[in-house]
């Protein structure tokens, strides 16, 4: 009889295989994270090659040669356009990952549609949803006429088998990967190499016939797609559709991009009639805006190329703790406490009594260092309990000596902050900037403790914390 095929005991996080079961993953340290998972033939996949195959010599070429620019599927979702790079490129695989209910099926049938209005075609299989239950959305959308080729499906042979009859679509959409299985597999749909196979199947389908491969996958809950970073590998672009559920806006950023920029981001906002494109985000950030409060500064940032206006919020309170608190939401913790160490060593404005709190508006998330600036405002203003103007805007980059260090595409943050109606901005005395052509005044700082003493906040003048 021949030998039973064997299991491995594969962890879900890092995909790392052993023989044996354990409730610690040895290679990452993740607890219950090992799952059985049979290796029967053909499990290793792309191995249905007979194990005695010798292999053929491959002609070699040089890296000179015909290389025509990634022709590209223009969409009719500009915001999409950006972030892949000015399309999709056909025969690339693009995997989508976000929270559950942030909106990826609802942008991909809509893409799905603009893609067949534009005489393209396009087919999305759903493996999550009931056909009805799609038809239902898309009837709301008003896409319900879109010549969208639409299965609920998960079994991949099948899918597989359906793509390969009748000539290959634009865009193929898999809503989503995790719930595909593979017969050959023993394992259960979503398990490491249930979600491999399909990724890798899926991908030669698409670099074979040149539909463009679109993969929706879940996210973990500290926001990592699910499975090992080995679908991330495998994919061409790797998109995260990110957004607050408490508000309507959603981005998509591009985190891995072989065919375009990774520093790009693209807002919609989700409304009764599905997702629409956000042309202009700063109108849409700062459109709640409560221009009196103290502790609220507008902070003039870029993403990718645009520029990107947002409020940062503070709250300076009086702390009844030994410990006072921190907390941050939508920047870095750390670049918090970094901040509140050099407002106090270096412009005698200290915190130690107080909790700290700050928020970015609209539940934008910001890593750009220029936020510092505006960041410090706020919370100077917070502490002094004195409102910033409302018509000014802040940036730049502080250092650790208190210095405030000139930032990249001064003039396009404030030209947007102008064409907002912005009429003050507070910005890095070093850096060129060709003053004429800013219809803003400007206030340039060349040291935090120029904002703190403006503000009132310096040493001898205790602030209310
Ligand atoms: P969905 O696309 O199903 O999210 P995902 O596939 O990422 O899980 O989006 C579901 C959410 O979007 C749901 O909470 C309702 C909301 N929604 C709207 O607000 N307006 C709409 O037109 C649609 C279709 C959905
Ligand atoms: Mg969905």
Not at 137 to 160: C, Q, S, W, Y
Not at 187 to 209: C, N
């Amino acid at each position: 009889m021949a030998k039973a095929a064997r299991n491995t005991f594969v962890c879900q996080n890092c995909g790392a295989v052993s023989t044996r079961w354990s409730g610690k993953c040895a290679s990452c340290g993740e607890w219950n994270t090992i799952v059985e998972e049979a290796t029967g033939v053909g499990a290793v996949p792309g191995s249905g090659l007979a194990r005695s195959s010798k292999g053929r010599v491959i002609p070699l070429e040089g890296l000179k040669g015909e290389a025509d620019e990634a022709p590209r599927i223009a969409t009719g979702l500009s915001e999409l356009d950006r972030v892949t790079g000015g399309g999709i490129v056909p025969g690339s695989a693009l995997l989508i990952g976000g929270e559950p209910g942030i909106g990826k099926s609802t942008l991909l049938l809509q893409l799905s549609a603009a893609i067949a209005n534009r005489n393209g075609t396009a087919v999305y299989f759903s493996g999550e949803e009931a056909a009805a239950q799609v038809r239902l959305r898309a009837e709301r959308l008003g896409l319900a006429d879109a010549k969208v080729g639409f299965a609920a499906e998960t079994n991949l042979a099948d899918i597989l088998a359906t793509l390969a009859d009748g000539p290959a679509p634009d865009l193929v959409v898999i809503d989503s990967i995790q719930t595909l299985w593979a017969d050959a597999l023993d394992s259960a749909p979503g398990t490491v190499s249930q979600v491999r196979a399909a990724t890798q199947s899926l991908i030669r389908f698409a670099k074979r016939s040149g539909s463009a491969l679109l993969l929706v996958g879940h996210v973990t809950k500290d926001g990592q797609i699910a499975g090992p970073k080995v679908i991330e590998h495998m994919v061409d672009t790797v998109l995260y559709f990110e957004g607050d559920q408490g508000h309507t806006f959603r981005i998509l950023r591009a985190v891995k991009n072989r065919f375009g920029p990774t520093d790009e981001i693209g807002v919609f906002e989700m409304g009764q009639t599905g997702l629409t494109e956000v042309t202009n985000p700063s109108e849409l950030f700062l459109g709640e805006r409560d221009n009196k409060a103290p502790g609220a500064a507008v902070f003039a940032g870029i993403e990718g190329t645009r520029p990107l206006l947002v409020e940062m919020q503070a709250l300076v309170a009086p702390s009844a703790l030994g410990t006072p608190r921190r907390a941050v939401v939508g920047w870095d913790s750390s670049r918090l406490s970094m901040l509140l160490a050099v407002l106090d060593a270096r412009c005698g404005v200290t915190f130690a009594q107080a909790d700290v709190y700050l928020n970015v508006a609209g539940g934008l998330r910001i890593v750009e260092p220029a936020a510092d600036l505006a960041a410090a405002a706020a919370l100077l203003s917070s502490l002094s309990n004195v409102a910033l103007p409302s018509d000014e805007i802040y940036f730049g980059e502080i250092s650790l000596s208190g210095a405030v260090r000139p930032t990249a595409h001064m003039a396009s943050r404030l030209k947007e902050a102008q064409k907002l109606g912005f009429k003050r901005a507070v910005v890095p005395a070093a850096g060129e900037l060709d003053v004429k052509t800013v219809g803003l005044e400007l206030r340039r700082i060349s040291h935090l403790t120029e904002l703190a003493e403006r503000m009132g906040a310096c040493k001898g003048r205790p602030g209310r914390g």
